[in-house]
Structures are given as C-alpha cells and as structure tokens.
C-alpha cells in the first residue's frame, strides 16, 4: 500500500516472529490496525497474544519484523510514542501500600498532557473507594484501576491484554462499558481476550490467532456468516450410545459436525428442515437423547472450526 | 483488507502543558511513594530504627563499666597451716575466699570454679595450684601472696597511693556504637533499594512502569532521596542515644561525619543496585544481600576490632566498605580525627561507588 497524505494507521505489524528457545511464540504476523476502532486479538492461552501485544507496546524485542504505532517506530521514537499510548498489561500488581488515589497520582506525574485524578477516578467508578488501599480492592475494582492508570495519560492508543480474565461477570461488564466509552470519543484500542463473548461485543474486528498466527480476520459477523452456518445444534445421547459423524454429515442441511466429551455439535443450515432430519436420523439407529440445544454460532464456532478445539481447552 | 470509516475526531494538537505544583513532579512523585511504602511496612521500619536501639541499649546495659569482680579461690581445710591461711586471706578485696575439702578443692579447680587453690604446706609454707594460661588466675595468685605474706608479718618498704580513672572513649559502648551507625547504613542502603526494585521487578510493577513516558533516572534517583531523608533520621537516633544517653565522645567535626554518612550511604546503595540489577525473586534478592552483608558483619569491626584477624587478611578487610566507614567513623567520634586523616577510608568508599554504580546500571534490567 503505497504511503497516501491519509493519517497513519493506528499500528501497522509485518511479519511478526519471537521464539523462546524451541517455542515459536509469534509465527510471522501481520496486522493492521485503523484509528478509531478497536480490533481484537481473539485465542486460547499459549496463542501467542501477549507476546504479540507487548511487541507492539514495545516492552518486547521480537526476532522479526516491523511494527508501527501511530506511523512510528519503536525504536526512534520511543519517547514520544509512550506519552500517547495507554498500556494495561495481562499481570500487574500495583503497590499494595499505596491508595487508589495516591496511585494515579503517580501515574498521572509521568506525563506531559494527562487527564486529572478526579477525571479518571470518575471515569472508572473507584470515587468511593479513593482513599482506600489497593489491597482493599476487589478483582474487578483492580482490574478498574490498572485500565485508569493506562487512561489518565489520555492516550490516543490503548492497549489492554485480557482484560477481563478472572473477573465476576459483573466486573466484566463494567469493564466492557468502560472500553466502550473510550471507544466512543473515536480512539482506537488494542485488546487481547480469550473470551468470546467479549470479543464480540468490544471488537469493531477481530483477529482469530492460534500457534502464533493470524487464521481468520474480520468483523464477528463477518467471521461467524463465513460458517455458513444457522445454528448449532448440541445434544448427547442417553446410555452413552454412539453415532458416527460421517452419519451426521450426511444428513440434509449438515454443514459440519464434532463431538467433543459427549457432546456433539453439529452446524446446519435451515434449522426447521436439518432438526427434524437429525432427529429422525438418530431415531432410526434407536438412538435416544439425553439433552439437546441449539445456539445461533459464535466466534467460538468458528474458532472450533477452524482448528477443531475449543478456545477454553488452550 | 477492510477499510474502516473516516476515524471520528483525531485528538486535538495537544496544548502546552499545564503548570504543575512542584507535588504533581514525577520525581517528587516516585519519592513519596517509597517513603509512603516505607512507612507502611511496620516491619521495614523496627528494623531500621527499633532494632539498632535495642541493640546499642542492650549491649550499653551487658557491657556497663561495674567494679573489678571478686575472683574465686579455694584454701584446703584440714592440713596444717590452714586456719592460719584462711586467716590472712580473709576480707582481702578481690578474692572471694572457699574452704574446700582437698577433694572437692581438686575438682573445683579442674572446673574453673576458683582460679587458684592455695594448699597449706604446715606454718610457714604454702603452695599454689593454678592454671597459667588463664589470666585472672595469675592475678588472683599475685593477691593471694600479698595477702598470705602481710598476713605472717611482711611489711612493705614503699608505701604508695593509687587514683583509678574511667576514660570517655575507651569503653566497649564507645567502641561499637560508631559501628552500629556504620552497620545500620549499610543494612538499611542496600536493603531498601535491593528489596524495593526487586518486588517492582517480581510484581511486574517495573515493566508497567517502563510501559509510561517515566524517567528511568528519576526513578531510580527516587530511592536515593527517600534515603536520604531516613537517613538523617536513622543517624539522629543512633548519635543522639550514642552522645546524649550513653555519654559516647563525638570528638571531630559534625561536618566530617557528615561527609563520611553520605559517602557511605552512596556506596551501600549502588552495592544494592547492583544486588537488584538482575535479581528477579525477593527471596534470591535477600539471600544475595545476605551474602553481601553477613561477612562485613564480621570481619568490618562492628562487635570487635578487626585487629583481631591475621596480619594476612587485614588488607582485605580494610579493602570493605563497612570497614572504611566503621574505621572512619571511629577516628572521627572517638580521636577527633579530621578529613586528612580518613581520606584512605574516604578513597575506599568512592571506590566502591565508582565501581558498583555504573556496573549495576549496565545490568539492570527493567523488565
Ligand atoms: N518469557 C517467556 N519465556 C519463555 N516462553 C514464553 C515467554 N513468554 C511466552 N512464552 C511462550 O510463548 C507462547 C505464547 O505465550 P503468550 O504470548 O503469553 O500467549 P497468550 O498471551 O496468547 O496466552 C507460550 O507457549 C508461552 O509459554
Ligand atoms: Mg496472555
């Protein structure tokens, strides 16, 4: 792509390879990030996520390729490029000893052009806990405050690397509104998440990654309609019977079919003619159901499909 | 490849910067904060002032100066002669006299229990049992015979008079109080900074750090102005109960201490630093600075002069850090020396911080 007067890309990564020792963490990945949306980077753990993000946090040399931020590059402009960006890292434990106030305070001091602590304090719902010691904090309100030090430099990129991960699903949807806001004055985010709920609901799009690589990239709805697929239907069989997927994807308006402990799941077409014909199907080898459900598809279906495991196994 | 809609308002041309209080200053930041972490660690703080004054009370206490005590001798009964000798030793000042059976006299001789046995030999004669090597015992020998002589009717040519002194400054207390001030430095200097980057470090607290526009000098120069500001504590509670308490001489100039203080506080941190250079558990960390410390508390003259050791090792020891400061220390509070006269120690330490500072900044790693 021939260099236009457009404004640069939010980030911008080339051939992406980091190796520990005999593990390939990042297997030549690429990247582009827009300004203004948030993409997701969506895998199980091992993936490679983190030592992608941070590589473009700059927090880590990789062993190939090029990364731009903001039309820049790490190694030239670090200076500046750290006062733009909002970093939130998958493992942090802040200073018990100090209070949330006290916290941001020192975060804030860093930079030229910060929000205010009151601000930021606001923004994440911690006023009521100001004062009070990070160990007094719980999980979710942890979790707030790391994004708030990662917010009151009022970056133009953040990055969050699961955020979510380990939280009550409450604590998750305070979190997502938080990234929604942000998301709302039109700057961009870079998240990582095994989760993928929450990368359907934050990710303008998402990159499914496995193994170091990028396997499948778009908007969710783009990436679930490539299923081509309706429904999931779900069920399992009573008496631990058996029946053989190859009979599964014979019958009419099966896409695609897997069991995994139990459990099959089998992607169709027109749900109203493939139901009753997998039901019959099953009725005829005398098979009977013990439980039985159906889910339009998801980003974990598609995830199953591309590699044939699910996200959560890792 | 997708493209996204014109991106909403990029964010506007940032405006200067907005005037900042001299509070709201990452440097002045980053210090209050290692001197909040400081003071919230009740722990960190009794080892750093609590515990060197119940060290110096404790040992100002064991090693008070008291009377000469009475030292233990026996006198065999039931042999000729031996009334008579019980006789002229008894109320001599510096024995405690005991009449023992010649058996159990045998064995409290072998037990240490008295250091002399004085057995009677008839009237005119008396022999001595004693162990030469032990120095009381020869003492107690040398009374007894004054005692046992007077007592048969000797007389002394020359009379003489005695005036017994007590110099300030000679004193155990005297002695090792500049050496609690000198250990303290360098306990507190290397373990404040080596444990305070190290649990940044193993909570990834360095990292997230690293991941902001911060000053990596001004962070690590934040843990030289919190010390600082301890410092001058620590050294006000060890001089004050040292000079106002214990009545410990501080002969030489304030001004000298001073420059002798920071000195060394300067080379214990960059020791730290460099303890804390790569060290990624606060467990590893602490075993290292152990390491460090434990022999300087022994060989550096803290409980006992450092003469002690053979001729062999004393360029070494005086090659330590916590030598040169205990060393320096001591010629300044106790001889009243001047800058002319530490200077070697002076060297030693500036050594030491030439060499262990820019070491530690070459390996340290902030991730
Ligand atoms: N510092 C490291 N040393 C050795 N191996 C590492 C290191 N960081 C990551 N890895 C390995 O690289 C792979 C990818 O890890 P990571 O990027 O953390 O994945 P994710 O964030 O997607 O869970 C894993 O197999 C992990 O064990
Ligand atoms: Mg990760």
């Known amino acids: 792509m021939p260099p236009v007067a457009s404004p640069p890309r939010a980030l911008e990564v080339r051939g992406l390879v980091k190796r520990y020792g005999d593990v390939t963490a990042v297997n030549g990945l690429d990247l582009a990030v827009e300004p203004g949306e948030c993409f997701g980077l969506l895998g199980p753990n091992g993936a490679g996520k983190t030592t992608t993000i941070e590589i473009c946090e700059g927090l ?66 911690l006023a009521e806990k100001q004062g009070a010691r990070i160990n007094e904090l719980s999980g979710g309100q942890k979790q707030r405050l790391d994004v708030a030090c990662a917010l009151v430099g009022d970056p133009e990129l953040l990055f969050l690397d699961e955020p979510t991960t380990g939280l009550d699903p409450q604590s998750r949807r ?36 496995d193994h170091g690589r990028v396997i499948a990239l778009g908007t969710p709805q783009e990436l679930i309609a490539s299923l081509g697929a309706e429904y999931v239907v779900a069920f399992s069989l009573a008496h631990e019977g058996t029946v053989s997927l190859e ?32 039901l019959g199907t099953l009725e005829r080898s005398g098979l009977a159901l013990s439980q039985l459900s159906t889910h339009s598809p998801t980003l974990e279906d598609v995830f199953v499909s591309l590699t044939g495991r699910a996200l959560r196994d890792g | 490849m997708t493209t996204t809609a014109a991106p909403t308002a990029p964010p506007a041309a940032s405006p200067p910067p907005a005037p900042r209080t001299w509070r709201e200053r990452s440097l002045v930041q980053l210090t209050l904060v290692r001197m909040r972490e400081f003071w919230r660690e009740p722990e960190a703080v009794f080892w750093t002032f609590g515990f060197p004054l119940v060290l110096a009370g404790g040992l100002a206490i064991a090693f008070r100066n008291k009377p000469p005590e009475a030292v233990p001798i026996g006198v065999v009964t039931g042999v000729p002669g031996s009334e008579q000798a019980r006789a002229s030793l008894r109320g001599t000042p510096g024995l405690v006299v005991d009449a023992l059976s010649p058996d159990s006299a045998e064995r409290a001789l072998r037990t240490g229990a008295i250091a002399v046995l004085v057995v009677p030999q008839g009237d005119r004669a008396v022999e001595y049992r004693y162990d030469r090597d032990r120095a009381e015992a020869r003492t107690a020998r040398l009374v007894a015979e004054e005692a046992l002589q007077r007592g048969a009717g000797r007389t002394n040519p020359v009379a003489t008079t005695e005036r017994q002194l007590t110099e300030p400054g000679s004193r155990y207390i005297d002695f090792f109080i500049p050496g609690l001030l000198g250990m303290n430095l360098m306990g507190s200097s290397v373990w404040s900074i080596a444990f305070g980057v190290v649990n940044a470090r193993s909570k990834k607290l360095l990292k997230r750090l690293t991941a902001t526009p911060m000053s990596r000098a001004e962070y690590l120069l934040s843990f030289m102005l919190s010390r600082m500001v301890f410092l001058a504590f620590e050294v006000l509670a060890i001089l004050g109960l040292g000079t106002l308490v214990l009545g410990v001489p501080l002969r030489g100039s304030l001004a000298v201490m001073g420059v002798i203080i920071l000195l060394a506080a300067f080379a214990f ?99």
């Open chain 1, 60 to 125: 880590t040399e990789p062993d190939a390729g090029e990364v731009f931020v903001l039309g820049r590059r790490w190694d030239r402009d670090e200076r500046a490029l750290r006062e733009r960006l909002g970093i939130a890292l998958q493992e942090t434990q802040l200073s018990d000893k100090l209070t949330v106030r006290e916290t941001l305070e020192l975060f804030r001091s860093f930079y030229a052009h910060p929000r205010t602590v009151d601000d930021v304090i606001a923004l994440v719902s």
């Open chain 1, 174 to 209: 305070q979190l997502w509104d938080l990234v929604e806001q942000f998301k709302a004055t039109g700057r961009t985010v870079l998240l990582t998440t095994h989760y993928m709920d929450e990368a359907e609901r934050l990710a303008d799009r998402v990159a499914i990654v």
């Open chain 1, 247 to 278: 009979t599964l994807r014979a019958v009419d308006g099966v896409r695609a079919a897997r069991v995994d402990a139990g459990t099959y799941e089998v992607q169709v077409t027109a749900i109203h003619h493939a139901l009753p014909a997998l």
């Open chain 2, 269 to 367: 941190s960059a020791i730290g630093l460099l303890v804390a250079a790569r060290t990624r558990t606060v467990e590893a960390a602490s075993g290292f600075a152990n390491l460090v410390l434990f022999p300087m508390w022994i060989f550096s003259g803290v409980f006992f002069a450092s003469t002690r050791f053979p001729e062999l090792l004393r360029p070494f020891i005086a090659a330590l850090p916590l030598t040169a400061t205990n060393d320096s220390l001591r010629a300044v509070m106790l001889q009243g020396a001047g800058l002319g006269a530490v200077w070697p120690q002076l060297a030693v330490l500036a050594a030491w911080l030439v060499i262990c500072f820019p070491l530690a900044l070459m390996l340290f790693r902030w991730r």
